[in-house]
C-alpha cells in the first residue's frame, strides 16, 4: 500500500530537511516547501543525493502548492514565520493532518520558557488554520544535528500532543519512521509544556557544552 504523501513547510532548514531524508528513507514521498519553487528544487536534489537507492521521491514546490499536494503537512519554520506560512499553506491544509514542530523561542533569553497568548504555538496555528485542520505538535525536544545521518540511532523519544484520535495515531506512525520512540503526551494544550522543554534543553547544551541534549521518558515497555 503507498504511503501517505508529507509536505514538508520548511523542509530547506536544518530540522525539516533532516526529517525529509528519514522519511523519504522510510518510504514516504515528500514534497519540499519553500517561499521559492527553485530553491525547493534545489535542496531536494541535495537530500536524494544523500540516500541509498530504493527511496521514495523527494520533490520541491512552493509552500502553497506543497500543501494543497500532500496528504499530510508538516510545518518546520521558526516561531516568527508561522503566522505568514499558516497563512500560505491554510487553503491547501484544509482537512488534514498538520503536524508542527514549531517552538515560540523569545530572544535574546531563547533558554527561558515563553508562552504565546494561545498558551502553545500549536494552539495558536490550530486557531489560525481553523477547526476543519487536525493539529499534533511533535519533534519540538529534537536537536537536527543528526538527522541526516541515517547511522545515527536515536537515544531520546518524541513527545507528541493533539486532540484527534486518529491524527495522532498517524503521528505516531510518522515519528515511528523517523527512528524515534513515540510517546503521546495528551491534548494539544499540554503542547506548552513540551514547547516549554525545548527552551531548558537549549539551557542545559549551554551549560553543559553540548548541541543534542533530549529527553527520554522511562518506564514504558519499549519492543526494541
Given at each position: 500500500m503507498q504511503k501517505p504523501a508529507i509536505a514538508v513547510i520548511g523542509g530547506t532548514g536544518a530540522e525539516g530537511s533532516g526529517l525529509v531524508v528519514r522519511w523519504a528513507h522510510a518510504g514516504y514521498p515528500v514534497i519540499i516547501g519553500s517561499r521559492s519553487a527553485e530553491k525547493a528544487d534545489t535542496v531536494a536534489a541535495e537530500l536524494r543525493a544523500l540516500l541509498p537507492a530504493g527511496h521514495a521521491p523527494i520533490s520541491g514546490a512552493t509552500n502553497a502548492e506543497a500543501a494543497a499536494t500532500g496528504d499530510i503537512v508538516v510545518l518546520s519554520v521558526p516561531y516568527e514565520s508561522q503566522a505568514g506560512m499558516a497563512e500560505q499553506i491554510a487553503a491547501g491544509a484544509q482537512g488534514k493532518m498538520v503536524m508542527t514542530v514549531v517552538v515560540p523561542l523569545k530572544p535574546p533569553k531563547v533558554s527561558i520558557a515563553w508562552r504565546p497568548e494561545a498558551g502553545s504555538a500549536a494552539q495558536e496555528l490550530q486557531a489560525q488554520l481553523g477547526e476543519s485542520v487536525q493539529i499534533v505538535a511533535a519533534f519540538q525536544n529534537i536537536a537536527a544535528g543528526h538527522l541526516r545521518?541515517?547511522?545515527?540511532?536515536?537515544?531520546?523519544?518524541?513527545?507528541?500532543?493533539?486532540?484527534?484520535?486518529?491524527?495522532?495515531?498517524?503521528?505516531?506512525?510518522?515519528?515511528?519512521?523517523?527512528?524515534?520512540?513515540?510517546?503521546?503526551?495528551?491534548?494539544?494544550?499540554?503542547?506548552?509544556?513540551?514547547?516549554?522543554?525545548?527552551?531548558?534543553?537549549?539551557?542545559?547544551?549551554?551549560?553543559?557544552?553540548?548541541?543534542?541534549s533530549g529527553i527520554r521518558i522511562t518506564g514504558i515497555p519499549r519492543n526494541e
Open positions: 545521518d541515517l547511522d545515527w540511532q536515536p537515544d531520546c523519544d518524541v513527545l507528541y500532543t493533539g486532540d484527534g484520535k486518529e491524527a495522532k495515531a498517524a503521528a505516531a506512525e510518522l515519528i515511528r519512521a523517523a527512528g524515534f520512540f513515540a510517546v503521546d503526551a495528551g491534548p494539544l494544550a499540554n503542547s506548552a509544556v513540551v514547547e516549554g522543554f525545548t527552551a531548558l534543553l537549549i539551557g542545559i547544551n549551554a551549560r553543559n557544552k553540548v548541541k543534542n
